[in-house]
């Protein structure tokens, strides 16, 4: 099914991350331990986190909802953006259609 975009697809997920870096147990998506989290350099951070943005962009274009650690990320098609929560507070937006589409 996937969702539609416009904006450039390394920005969109640039922007994923950011935002998922916000949900402090967003590791356990990939069922990792917090102490094997905490052992990771920044770099090897950032890899899983561009991972699990993927991983996210792609799985919101079969489901609804996708729960992340203690957060969630949903995708709103009447507004085309992902909506990423945190404690019932929308924490991020990040939008999949250009400004100047």
Same mark, same amino acid.
């Given at each position: 099914? &996937?969702? @539609?975009?416009?904006? @450039?697809?390394?920005?969109?997920?640039?922007?994923?991350?950011?935002?998922?870096?916000?949900?402090?147990?967003?590791?356990?998506?990939? %069922?990792?331990?917090?102490?094997?989290? %905490?052992?990771?350099?920044?770099?090897?951070?950032? %890899?899983?986190?561009?991972?699990?943005?993927?991983?996210?962009?792609? &799985?919101?274009?079969?489901?609804?909802?996708?729960?992340? &650690?203690? &957060?969630?990320?949903?995708?709103? @098609?009447?507004?085309?953006?992902?909506?990423?929560?945190?404690?019932?507070?929308?924490?991020?937006?990040?939008?999949?259609?250009?400004?100047?589409?």
């Amino acid at each position: 099914m &996937g969702m @539609p975009f416009t904006r @450039p697809y390394k920005d969109i997920l640039q922007d994923l991350v950011a935002a998922l870096i916000q949900i402090p147990d967003c590791y356990s998506f990939f %069922e990792m331990e917090e102490s094997d989290w %905490e052992a990771m350099s920044k770099e090897e951070k950032h %890899e899983v986190l561009e991972a699990l943005a993927d991983d996210c962009f792609y &799985g919101l274009g079969q489901e609804k909802i996708l729960f992340v &650690g203690s &957060g969630s990320l949903q995708h709103d @098609p009447k507004f085309h953006h992902i909506e990423v929560m945190k404690e019932n507070a929308v924490i991020a937006t990040v939008q999949l259609l250009d400004a100047e589409a």
